[in-house]
């Protein structure tokens, strides 16, 4: 699985981003989907999953009710609608492929990332 993220840019705080994740290959559907993301100087932190047909998801803290995450597979894509974005959403947005969870290791695919920057 090859994968393709898009979106990011510079907003202002309070305002929206949508990212997009796109995934070469047949077999999009079999696997759970998560974004992550990494601010300057920080640890890479995970932000939402998906799982791979009935739409479970979960959410970082920070995140919760702010961002939602979703996925069409008859287009091999996966989601993560930002709003209400604030300065510390300021981070490399990178999507993956793998197990529905929460930590990094378990996601066997990596899309290159996206930038998002809020402004104050």
């Known amino acids: 699985v090859q994968l393709q993220a898009s979106g990011g840019g510079l907003v202002q705080a309070g305002g929206s981003l949508r990212l997009s994740c796109a995934a070469s290959?047949?077999?999009?559907?079999?696997?759970?989907m998560g974004w992550f993301r990494q601010a300057p100087g920080k640890e890479r932190e995970f932000v939402a999953a998906i799982s791979l047909s009935d739409g479970y998801t979960y959410y970082e803290d920070s995140v919760k009710g702010r961002f939602t995450i979703s996925r069409d597979n008859a287009k091999n894509t996966v989601y993560l609608q930002m709003n209400s974005l604030k300065p510390e959403d300021t981070a490399v947005y990178s999507c993956a492929a793998g197990r529905f969870r929460a930590q990094a290791q378990d996601y066997k695919y990596w899309g290159q990332g996206t930038l998002v920057t809020v402004s104050s």
């Open positions: 290959g047949r077999t999009f559907s079999l696997y759970g």
